[in-house]
């Protein structure tokens, strides 16, 4: 079975600061992988997804995300942060499998607070 | 805006009742999700329908069904309610049925079963 795992479900970092959301998956077969952004009150925003090619994936909002096939890894940084940034974030995953296709499994999800 | 639109935002209603939940997906998009989002269980996939056909069933319960129409809005009904079932539904809708298809998600229906 797939499944998605985030470490920290709270982030703390002061404005200006490298943020960094970790994210593994476990899947048995290669995964296409998604992070998410949830603001208060508000739906699910994708910000960027890795399906093939390069392992470095950049997003929208200055975020990027690395896959990291050795390590089982998708994790989520950005170089400085913005007050704008606080928000909840989903890392997910899908896979090619029979019953499950199109379906994206979601980690628990970090919440980032930015201090000023 | 993703595009995605829902109705209501908001539902209460009581335990043993019944609601229907709607969603509008973006203009061209033939695939329609549904996710429930809870404290206890986190973002789960429910069912996944593609140009009106049922494609994937996910952690559903059979007083639980949905639909997507010819003109490809879906509606999720709900009945029984219990208390558990208070939860923020989200609909996703994408272009087609492919793994790396971006799924662009609606704000989502907040249902409070008192």
């Known amino acids: 079975a797939q499944s998605v795992t985030q470490l920290g479900s709270h982030v703390s970092v002061s404005e200006g600061a490298l943020v960094l959301l970790r994210c593994n998956y476990s899947?048995?077969?290669?995964?296409?992988l998604f992070w998410y952004v949830q603001y208060p009150n508000q739906g699910l925003q994708l910000l960027l997804k890795?399906?093939?090619?390069?392992?470095l994936v950049k997003g929208i909002n200055g975020f990027e995300a690395e896959f990291k096939k050795s390590e089982t890894s998708f994790h989520l940084t950005k170089p400085s942060a913005h007050m704008s940034d606080a928000a909840e974030y989903f890392c997910?995953?899908?896979?090619?499998?029979?019953?499950?296709?199109?379906?994206?499994?979601f980690g628990r999800g970090t919440q980032l607070t930015v201090w000023p | 805006d993703s595009g995605v639109t829902q109705t209501p935002k908001h539902l209460i209603t009581a335990t043993g009742q019944r609601v229907t939940l709607r969603c509008s997906p973006r203009?061209?998009?033939?695939?329609v999700y549904w996710y429930q989002q809870s404290l206890d269980q986190g973002l789960q996939f429910l069912i996944h329908?593609?140009?009106?056909?049922?494609?994937a069933k996910g952690n559903i319960l059979e007083r639980f069904s949905a639909q997507q129409f010819p003109d490809l809005h879906s509606e999720l009904n709900l009945s029984s309610l219990e208390l558990g079932d208070s939860a923020l539904y989200f609909c996703?809708?994408?272009?087609?049925?492919?793994?790396?298809?971006?799924?662009?998600f609606g704000p989502g229906t907040r249902l409070t079963v008192l």
């Open positions: 996703a809708s994408s272009v087609r049925d492919r793994l790396t298809d971006t799924q662009y």
């Open positions: 203009s061209g998009d033939l695939s």
């Open positions: 890795y399906t093939t090619g390069a392992t």
């Open positions: 899947s048995s077969v290669p995964p296409y």
């Open positions: 997910a995953v899908s896979v090619a499998r029979g019953s499950t296709l199109g379906r994206l499994y």
């Open positions: 329908y593609y140009n009106g056909e049922e494609r």
